[in-house]
């Protein structure tokens, strides 16, 4: 049996085939660091296209004057972004290095363009506006200085989030208000594919990426929904939502009830529902009204 669902990384891809000319890239860019370049061709494209360690690869990379910036898209709250950060980092070093010809075996310092990285979460978990993530909290042993740190700035770009932001990058906007727009059809109660079909239609009707969305709707309906095969998914969802659900929601059941709350998560878990697990756990307001949905 075939259904459809979200695919995880659809958010990422949207995010980046949007942010893929230089002139919104550019104000996303400004709209983040409040600066004054004008020009578009001073951005040199450095993302990474081949598959980097566990099949990991970045959004959008880029060099601009002396900063290097990687831009990286999540709906799934990661705290190890800083490590993937680490990764990307690496590799695009070692692509200036090569570019530029520059000697690792030099007496001379090198000049190396500044790091800069930023995640933007657009996620279902509660987060506050702006985080930092770093490298160093991954670290087993907290004694002593660590001779490795990578941090990620992680910005909440869900809608009514950042708003000074969004008003400076009218695209970040959009595309926050599309997401937005979907989420709004889906807890109406439409189905995923009739709910991504209006909330096209909404953004269209309201000239939120009006040309973008009438140029590639197919392609943004594809970034968005994906098949899967529903055994496989259950199966492997389960297992991980049902771990991340006891973390984060059996203490609570001792609450609620725990033959309530263990329903429940089992519930969710086959739904493939995790982060409505972590946030049950903490909020019983949404944990009641949970209940109610599945009418335990």
């Keep these: 049996m075939v259904v459809v669902r979200v695919n995880h990384k659809f958010k990422d891809s949207l995010f980046r085939a949007i942010f893929s000319e230089k002139k919104e890239l550019l104000a996303l860019y400004k709209a983040l660091n409040g600066s004054h370049y004008q020009n578009p061709d001073d951005l040199i494209i450095t993302t990474i296209g081949d598959v980097l360690y566990l099949g990991m690869k970045n959004d959008i990379s880029f060099l601009i004057g002396q900063h290097l910036s990687l831009y990286e898209a999540q709906s ?3 705290p190890n972004m ?3 950060g680490l990764f990307y980092f690496s590799r695009l070093y070692q692509g200036y290095i090569k570019e530029h010809q520059l000697d690792l075996y030099s007496r001379r ?3 190396l363009p500044f790091p800069e990285f930023v995640v933007f979460y657009n996620g279902t978990m509660d987060q506050p506006d702006r985080m930092e993530l770093r490298l ?3 670290f087993s042993q907290a004694e002593g200085v660590p001779c490795l740190e990578c941090t990620a700035t992680m910005i909440n770009i869900n809608f009514g989030h950042n708003e000074e932001m969004m008003k400076s990058c009218r695209k970040l ?4 208000f599309l997401i937005n727009a979907v989420r709004s059809r889906l807890n109406e109660g439409l189905h995923l594919e009739a709910a991504v079909d209006q909330a096209v239609e909404d953004c269209i009707q309201n000239d939120i ?3 973008f969305l009438l140029k590639h709707r197919e392609e943004v309906r594809e970034m968005i929904l994906s098949e899967y095969d529903e055994e496989l998914h259950i199966n492997s969802e389960k297992k991980i939502s049902y771990e991340e659900g006891l973390e984060a929601g059996v203490v609570q059941g001792t609450h609620h009830g725990q033959e309530r709350v263990n329903a429940l998560i089992t519930r969710l878990a086959a739904a493939g529902r995790a982060d409505d697990i972590i946030r049950s756990a903490s909020d019983p307001v949404y944990q009641e009204q949970l209940f109610e949905e599945f009418g335990i």
Excluded at 173 to 176: D, G, I, K, V
Aim: glycine content about 0%.
């Design 109 to 111: 310092p090198l000049s």
């Design 209 to 211: 990426l009006k040309s």
């Design 82 to 84: 800083p490590l993937r």
């Design 136 to 138: 160093s909290d991954l």
């Design 76 to 78: 799934t709250w990661n």
């Design 173 to 176: 906007y959009e595309y926050a």
